[in-house]
């Protein structure tokens, strides 16, 4: 996919308002937010749904998971940090919950 430009800290700020549940690290250069769920297998049921989202919009995500919980940080290679895929991306994650 072409290279696209990170946002800057005011679209950061404003992009970040429709997202409460995330939060910038500044150290990834990306956003970050924490899932739990009652086990394991509604927590990785809620993967599999981000993974043909993700893989849909070519737009992959840093995560982890720990039994119940998953750790997901968006950023964007292509750009070096923040950019509108990880907000849309976000956004879609937001409406599986
Ligand atoms: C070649 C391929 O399209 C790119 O590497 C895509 C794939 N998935 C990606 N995912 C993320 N999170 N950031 C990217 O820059 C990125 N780039």
Do not use: C
Not at 76 to 93: F, Y
């Amino acid at each position: 996919m072409a290279a696209i430009s990170p946002l800057s800290e005011a679209e950061r700020s404003a992009a970040l308002q429709d997202l409460p549940q995330w939060t910038y690290d500044k150290d990834n250069k990306g956003i970050a937010r924490s899932f739990a769920f009652g086990n394991f297998v509604e927590a990785f049921g809620f993967m599999s749904s981000v993974a043909l989202l993700a893989e849909k919009a070519d737009h992959h995500p840093e995560w982890s998971n720990v039994y119940n919980r998953v750790e997901i940080l968006l950023t964007t290679h292509d750009a070096g940090g923040l950019s509108e895929r990880d907000i849309a991306l976000a956004k879609q994650i937001d409406a599986l919950i």
